[in-house]
C-alpha cells in the first residue's frame, strides 16, 4: 500500500532498525518504545488490523506472523522472563498505524490492566 509506513519498511523506503526478517514477515524496534524491549512484528502484506485477516489466508498469515513473533522473543532472550505480545485494533484499540502489528514489549514487569 503506497500511503503505508509500515509498507514503506518493508520495501526500505522508510528506515528501521530491523530484529529479524522471514519471506512474509518484519520485526524491528518501535520509534517510541514503552519497555527495554519494543518491537513490532508485522506481516509484510497490507492488512490494516487483526480483524481484516479472515478465512483460510487470515489463518495461515496469523499463524505465521505469531510463530515469527515467538522466534523473535526467543532470539531476544524473553522467555525466561515472559513478554507481553499485543495488537491495537482500530479507534478503541488505541491503533494508530493501520498496517496490522503486534507490540512484542518486555524487559520490565508490565502492569495490568492497560490505561
Ligand atoms: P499502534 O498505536 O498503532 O498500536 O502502534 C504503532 C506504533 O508504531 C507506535 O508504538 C509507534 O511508536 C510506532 N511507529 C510509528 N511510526 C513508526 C516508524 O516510522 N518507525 C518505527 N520504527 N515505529 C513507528
Ligand atoms: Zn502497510
Redesign the pocket.
Given at each position: 500500500?503506497t500511503d503505508?509506513v509500515?509498507?514503506k519498511i518493508v520495501s526500505g523506503e522508510i528506515p528501521a532498525k530491523i530484529v529479524k526478517r522471514s519471506a512474509d514477515a518484519v520485526a524491528f524496534y518501535d520509534l517510541n518504545p514503552q519497555a527495554p524491549v519494543h518491537v513490532l512484528i508485522i506481516p509484510t502484506t497490507?492488512l490494516a488490523a487483526g480483524r481484516d485477516a479472515r478465512g483460510e489466508d487470515g489463518v495461515r498469515l496469523l499463524g505465521r506472523t505469531l510463530a515469527f513473533a515467538n522466534e523473535v522473543a526467543t532470539e531476544l532472550g524473553l522467555d525466561a522472563r515472559g513478554y507481553r505480545l499485543v495488537s491495537n485494533t482500530g479507534a478503541d484499540g488505541g491503533q494508530s498505524v493501520f498496517?496490522l502489528h503486534f507490540h512484542l514489549l518486555g524487559g520490565r514487569r508490565l502492569s495490568w490492566p492497560p490505561g
Open positions: 500500500m503505508c509500515f509498507c497490507h498496517h
